[in-house]
């Protein structure tokens, strides 16, 4: 039992993880005025 609720919350926040990092990504891609006025994050993107 705690082991599979162990995988399920592993799994959760792997799913979460990539949901804020696709999120970021898209946010990134969409607000180009952003990037030019942070251009610290473009070299991360």
Same mark, same amino acid.
């Given at each position: 039992?705690?082991?599979?609720? @162990? &995988?399920? =919350?592993?799994? &959760?926040?792997?799913? =979460?993880? /990539? =949901? ?11 607000? !180009? /005025? !952003?990037?030019? $006025?942070?251009? @610290?994050? $473009?070299?991360?993107?």
């Amino acid at each position: 039992m705690s082991g599979k609720a @162990e &995988a399920f =919350l592993h799994y &959760a926040v792997m799913d =979460l993880i /990539t =949901l804020i990092w696709v999120g970021c990504k898209f946010m990134s891609s969409t607000r !180009d /005025t !952003d990037s030019d $006025r942070y251009p @610290e994050n $473009r070299s991360h993107a």
